[in-house]
């Protein structure tokens, strides 16, 4: 369970034991969970963790249900091997620990995933969706790589490249209303930035009622109000990607 002074953002609680469908794989230096959709598709997605890696179940789940849209879905470990954050870690380290977890240092295993998607699973459209630590890593592939066609960043951490918001691609980005880690005036100011730079598609959108984590949890089973967003924002990352793929 997380720690009580500050729980965890990301962590759901009833974390819910969840196999996946897919495989681990090596891809050059990184270990990565791939599942493919029945049909053979040249359309994929890359699925960046939150601050607990890509061994979590929830992310896992998120990935498969991308297959089951019809995409190749790889969740490599950014991390490459370091430790990924425990909800029993004391949160006075947390700090020095993402020192060494930069969003915006993720190209290098971004181009070995670009080239394992296109060479070895047929991939022509790629896209990525990322969850909080992975939100922001979005948000800063959609500033920079010229080879990705869009992205999600769902309650992606603002603060990490807020001076920036002349995007190259199309992007959603998914946040919640009540979120202790994501405050509205940052959304507010965010929107107002890409209002004024952005030249391409994007759209900034608020679940109401919602908190940090919401679309990758299973809050349903503990608060049924939640249930509609949950499925909302699951619908509109997928309808995003649906039209820019």
């Not at 965890?8 to 270990?31: A, L, M, N, S, T």
């Amino acid at each position: 369970m997380a720690n009580e002074a500050r729980p965890c953002p990301c962590d759901i609680g009833d974390r819910f034991d969840y196999g996946g469908r897919g495989q681990e794989v090596q891809v050059e230096h990184i270990k990565a969970y791939v599942c493919k959709p029945p049909a053979s598709t040249d359309k994929a997605v890359i699925v960046i963790h939150d601050i607990f890696g890509w061994q979590l179940p929830n992310t896992r789940y998120m990935a498969d249900m991308l297959a089951t849209n019809g995409y190749i879905a790889i969740c490599p470990d950014f991390f490459v091997g370091q430790e990924a954050w425990k909800p029993s870690n004391d949160w006075a380290t947390f700090n020095d620990w993402l020192k060494t977890r930069d969003a915006g240092k993720t190209d290098k295993e971004v181009d070995v995933v670009l080239k394992y998607l296109r060479e070895k699973c047929g991939a022509k459209k790629i896209g990525a969706i990322g969850f909080c630590w992975g939100g922001a890593a979005v948000q800063h592939l959609m500033l920079k790589n010229p080879h990705l066609k869009t992205g999600v960043s769902l309650y992606g951490v603002i603060r990490f490249f807020e001076d920036r918001s002349n995007l190259l691609h199309p992007t959603f980005f998914i946040f919640a209303e009540k979120d202790d880690h994501i405050p509205l005036d940052k959304v507010n100011l965010l929107e107002q930035k890409l209002k004024q730079n952005c030249k391409v598609d994007y759209e900034v959108k608020i679940y109401p009622g919602q908190t940090h984590g919401f679309v990758h949890r299973k809050r349903e089973d503990i608060n049924p109000q939640d249930k509609p967003y949950i499925e909302e924002g699951r619908k509109d990352m997928i309808n995003w990607l649906n039209k820019y793929i």
